[in-house]
Nanobody, 126 residues
Framework: QVQLVESGGGSVQAGGSLRLSCAAS????????MAWFRQPPGQEREGVATITRGGLSTYADFVKGRFIVSRDDAKNTLYLQMNTLKREDTARYYC????????????????????WGQGTQVTVSS
């Protein structure tokens, strides 16, 4: 059973930083596209960032220049460094993996991703 477990969420003031981690188990994460999604209160889940097996990353416009996605395949772990956090970044953050895309990543449509973690809450206050 593939498992993804997020950690690192919490409460932070606007302008602050957090680093999220996603530990993968029961499969080799280096064979998958990995991604971060988030779901703000009362809204749909949306893509935040993706990173391919080769380390190529893409970002949603609303986090460009502030968030950095990275992966350590030796540790089977995905990261999201979040800087200059804003109130509108408040959401539950999920990591996900896509197994059918070879060296590429699909578009950030939740239907393209096969495995999901339970999420970690990030709350940003002003």
């Amino acid at each position: 059973q593939v498992q993804l477990v997020e950690s690192g969420g919490g409460s932070v003031q606007a302008g602050g930083s957090l680093r999220l981690s996603c530990a993968a188990s029961n499969y080799s994460a280096n064979t998958y596209c990995m991604a971060w999604f988030r779901q703000p209160p009362g809204q749909e889940r949306e893509g935040v960032a993706t990173i391919t097996r080769g380390g190529l990353s893409t970002y949603a416009d609303f986090v460009k220049g502030r968030f950095i996605v990275s992966r350590d395949d030796a540790k089977n772990t995905l990261y999201l460094q979040m800087n200059t956090l804003k109130r509108e970044d408040t959401a539950r953050y999920y990591c996900a993996s896509a197994s059918r895309w070879g060296w590429a990543c699909p578009t950030s449509n939740t239907a393209n991703f096969d495995y999901w973690g339970q999420g970690t809450q990030v709350t940003v206050s002003s």
